[in-house]
Nanobody, 122 residues
Framework: QLQFVESGGGLVQPGGSLRLSCAAS????????IGWFRQAPGNERRIVSC????????EYVDSVKGRFTMSMDNAKNTVYLQMDSLKLEDTAVYYC???????????????WGQGTQVNVSS
């Protein structure tokens, strides 16, 4: 089964950091666009960052620029999201998924994992 497995979520205070991991199972990351998404209760799933391939630079939504860093380790077939200076509004379930391009709609991403919960609370 082609799927991502996310991990690394947890409870953190505002201003804290977490590092999320997204391991690919059943396929390699070569030549795929990989996106990190998040979904807060009552909200739709939204993209947070995306990278078109391992030779590209990640893109970020404005709300996380300067705080989140996406990276890819092809040897481990894993994508990471380093989250620093976390805010209350970063609380959500975080997912990763793949697509042919970062420019496609969320509905065109595939191989969704189960997500990992991030709670930012004082």
């Amino acid at each position: 089964q082609l799927q991502f497995v996310e991990s690394g979520g947890g409870l953190v205070q505002p201003g804290g950091s977490l590092r999320l991991s997204c391991a690919a199972s059943g396929f390699t990351l070569d030549n795929l666009a990989i996106g990190w998404f998040r979904q807060a209760p009552g909200n739709e799933r939204r993209i947070v960052s995306c990278i078109n391939n391992s030779d590209d630079w990640p893109e970020y939504v404005d709300s996380v620029k300067g705080r989140f860093t996406m990276s890819m380790d092809n040897a481990k077939n894993t994508v990471y999201l380093q989250m620093d200076s976390l805010k209350l509004e970063d609380t959500a379930v975080y997912y990763c998924a793949s697509a042919d391009s970062c420019r496609v709609p969320t509905g065109r991403f595939r191989s969704w994992g189960q997500g990992t919960q991030v709670n930012v609370s004082s």
